[in-house]
């Protein structure tokens, strides 16, 4: 039997941040990181395997880190944690005994019972190197791809897997445009719009009722009796949390079926936490429980679950989750943060919404120049901003950032209205004409 005080569960970004976090905060403590894949892979980077990087081992987090901070990496598999004696036991028979157990177990894909699912041709999104060499090889050779799901993932792939010569690649989405669940709908046209132009054609507002096939996979048979041709469907309707290992020993899961957690990741027992996409979420405006699983939010929770293990030294108010999102679709960049306009209604917000366009240099006749759009979400009263959504260029990644950080804080629309910008001709729009500070002043202008 092994021993180590630190014991993590998981190689994905949750158990990396929570690795080197316990190590500066705790230099003196033994740390373990266990996982079950060869190599881990860098999440968000899975879908440009297939273009932009050419190839999975492009896209893997290299090891070096974890030796540098003199954290101990076994390969093994979970398969039962005892809490009161502090064990966890493995495939390998192994065991290894903890002081502090962090469980950064992650998530897996969504497989509905569709027919014929279960043919040649039909993948998911995983983040298993093998698995992803397998897809990347089907790719290749695949003329006819149909992507389901039109969420962030579902829209990077078929963004990607377009660009390669020979593919026709179609998108089926069951809600009204793709990115329905982050965007309002006028800036999912956007992003649905530079998807048309690279050819992809997509079917929203229909649902999958079986795949097509004789073995292997020949089509996609949607609600309306069409068939969409497909020689390879991958499915990217989202995930679910890992709780097996959790759930048998004992601990609480959550309404939303990920680990319940307090607001510093502290699972039902004391010593062990939880982080990432296995932990369950709570929205950060009204405390109900979201699927948000981002590697951004796992790297928070990391950072706060690795500095709060042996004593409250990274104190958390109990804010909940913000769902910051950003992806950029051939040459428009689409972010979002906070409530959007609908779910804001959805949820009973009394709102004003400001808006703004400009182009982001200045003057606009230069070079590269391309048009940004602001749209801000406030409470009507107070005028506290709820939520923000950008579209533009690469720029736009950032100023979501502000937005967030601004969302964070609670901040007002008075305040951002005197927000004080760097901005240059190269870089930024103008700062007579900033759309953060323009959007804002027009929902004030509605609120007087």
């Known amino acids: 039997m092994e021993n180590t005080n630190i014991l993590i569960l998981g190689g994905g970004p949750a158990g990396l941040v929570t690795a080197g976090t316990a190590r500066a905060y705790y230099p003196d403590k033994a740390i373990t990181l266990v996982r079950d894949v060869q ?3 860098v999440p968000c980077g899975v879908p440009y395997i297939f273009n932009r990087l050419g190839s999975v081992d492009k896209n893997l987090i290299p090891d070096a880190g974890l030796a540098a901070q003199n954290v101990q990496l076994r390969l093994d598999t979970a398969t039962k944690l005892d809490p009161k004696a502090h064990t966890v036991t493995f495939a390998s028979g192994q065991g290894i005994t903890y002081e502090k157990l962090v469980l950064a177990v992650g998530s897996a894909p969504v497989q509905l019972p569709i027919p014929g699912s279960g043919q040649k041709g039909v993948f998911y999104v995983k983040k298993d190197p093998a698995y992803l060499r397998e897809l990347y090889t089907a790719v290749q050779a695949a003329k006819h791809v149909v992507i389901i799901g039109g969420g962030f993932i579902g829209v990077e792939f078929a963004e990607e897997i377009a660009q390669l010569p020979g593919k026709q690649v179609s998108v089926v989405e069951l809600l009204p445009c793709c990115l ?3 965007f309002d709908k006028e800036l999912c046209a956007l992003g649905e719009a530079e998807l048309g132009s690279l050819g992809v054609q997509m079917y929203t507002g229909r649902k999958v009722m079986q795949l097509v096939g004789n073995g292997q996979v ?7 009796d069409s068939e969409v041709p497909a020689d390879l469907v991958i499915f990217s309707i ?3 949390p890992n709780v097996a290992l959790a759930k048998d020993a004992g601990l609480t899961i959550g309404y939303s079926g990920g680990i319940w957690v307090d607001e510093y990741l502290r699972t039902t027992e004391p010593d062990i936490f939880a982080v990432g996409d296995c932990a369950e979420k709570k929205d950060f405006f009204t405390r109900k429980v979201v699927p948000v699983m981002l590697a951004s939010t796992a790297s928070a929770e990391a950072r706060i679950a690795g500095a709060n293990l042996y004593s409250l030294r990274m104190v958390r108010d109990n804010r909940g989750t913000l769902a910051t999102f950003s992806t950029r679709l051939v040459k428009t960049t689409l972010a979002s943060a906070g409530l959007t306009e609908r779910r804001a209604r959805e949820e009973g917000f009394d709102i004003i919404v400001g808006q703004a366009k400009t ?8 070079p590269d120049a391309h048009m940004t759009q602001v749209k801000l979400i406030f409470s009507a009263d107070s005028l506290v901003l709820l939520g923000g959504q950008v579209a533009g260029a690469q720029e736009a990644g950032e100023i ?7 969302l964070q804080n609670r901040m007002t629309a008075t305040q951002l209205e005197t927000l004080q910008v760097a901005t240059h001709p190269l870089l930024t729009p103008a700062p007579t004409v900033y759309p953060l500070v323009t ?8 609120a007087r």
């Not at 020949?218 to 309306?224: E, H, I, P, T």
């Not at 182009?359 to 230069?366: D, F, I, K, M």
């Not at 979501?400 to 601004?406: C, D, K, S, Y």
């Open 39 to 41: 190599q881990a892979v």
């Open 180 to 182: 329905a669940q982050a």
């Open 218 to 224: 020949s089509g996609v048979l949607l609600d309306d």
């Open 238 to 240: 989202g995930v679910r």
């Open 359 to 366: 182009v982001n240099r200045h003057p606009g006749s230069l």
């Open 400 to 406: 979501i950032n502000l937005i967030a950080l601004a």
């Open 439 to 446: 959007a804002t002043m027009q929902a004030i202008a509605q």
